[in-house]
């Protein structure tokens, strides 16, 4: 594997009913695949982050622990009310703080069912942090929507960094008519990196990894089954 490969967006098993592997694996993983950094994005949590630096220390910090979050954030637009996932990635320690109080906040004052931060409590801490879209985000159902192309390229512009998903990501929103087709999905994907290269933001190619080995990804069935 190519050295410079870095992962960013990692789930371990503090994303609740979600993640299989420990933070410890991803980052023993990451060194065997001789990457330099790998961010651990579970949603909601961030208590998997001591677990991620001693395993980045026992390897004399080789490997890089990039702190981070897939959150829900809530934005008001249209005349609706959106919920969408985002991942936000600390930029040093003030970046760290910040999401900490971003997260406390979004399991104490805007706790609904699930953690919410609203998208302006995000744009109050952005100075410190890497922001980016998820890979089925609000950017993905806004060209899957047909919206106008202005409203898209309003939409990337909030991003510092885009991703997009292997297809096999998307399969569960085909078979339960969410997406049309292979077809639609594989346009959309073309979409958000012409976008990347218009609006000069890096795109990145990310797993939004759940599991390392297919036999976790079993066991991620059973987890998910009570879901």
Known sequence: MDKHRVELSVHTNMSTRDGI?????YVKEAFNNSMPAIA?????????????????KK?????????????????EFD???????ISILAKNKQGLKDLYQLLSDAHTKYFDKYAITPLEEIEKYRANLIIGNDAFGELFFAIIEEESEDKIREIASFYDYLQIHPLEYYVYYVINDVVGSDEEIISAIKKIISLGDEL??????????????SDDGES????????
């Open 21 to 25: 592997n420990t933070a410890s694996e």
């Open 40 to 56: 651990i994005t579970d949603h909601g949590s961030v208590q998997a982050f001591p677990e991620a630096y001693d395993a980045s």
């Open 59 to 75: 390897l004399n910090f080789d490997v890089k622990v990039i702190y981070g979050v897939e959150s829900v954030y809530t934005k």
């Open 79 to 85: 005349e609706r009310k959106g919920h969408y996932n």
């Open 200 to 213: 000069g933001i890096p795109v990145v190619a990310t797993d939004d990894a759940h599991f390392i080995f």
């Open 220 to 227: 991620r069935k059973v987890i998910q089954y009570k879901k």
